[in-house]
């Protein structure tokens, strides 16, 4: 009988998801940019590797995009490199929301900022 992975592993990925204990439920609008196209979509939780954006954009394992929040009010917006690592498309009667998870790939310091001003917006 085949091993299967438990639902706490991903394949191929060399880790299991014990990194969700440090993630921070969240509700901010970002915007994510892919190449030439621009969408929006919903920061829903957030650790120090990555963000789950809900959006009904369907994008690609392993598309670069860069997430912006202006989560400030000065306009100037916060951005950081991500990497589409997995996607959840739209099915109906599914309670879970469609969306992507995105590792920072950019440097630690903007992923950071970007981590921090995210928390700053779930706060107020």
């Known amino acids: 009988m085949p091993i299967r992975p438990s639902a706490r592993t991903r394949i191929g990925s060399g880790r299991t ?18 190449g030439t196209a621009l969408f929006t979509g919903v920061a829903k939780n957030l650790g120090p590797g990555g963000v789950f954006v809900a959006t009904i954009r369907l994008l690609g394992v392993g598309e670069v995009v860069t997430v912006a929040l202006d989560a400030r009010g000065d306009g100037q917006p916060v951005e950081a490199l ?5 996607c ?17 790939i950019d440097t630690p310091l903007r992923a950071a900022v970007l981590s921090n001003e995210l928390r700053r917006a779930r706060l107020s």
């Open 88 to 104: 959840r498309p739209f099915i109906e009667l599914d309670d879970l929301p469609a969306g992507v998870g995105l590792r920072f």
């Open 17 to 34: 998801d014990s990194g969700r204990a440090s993630r921070v439920a969240l509700e901010v609008p970002v915007r994510l940019r892919g």
């Open 82 to 86: 991500a990497e589409v690592r997995w």
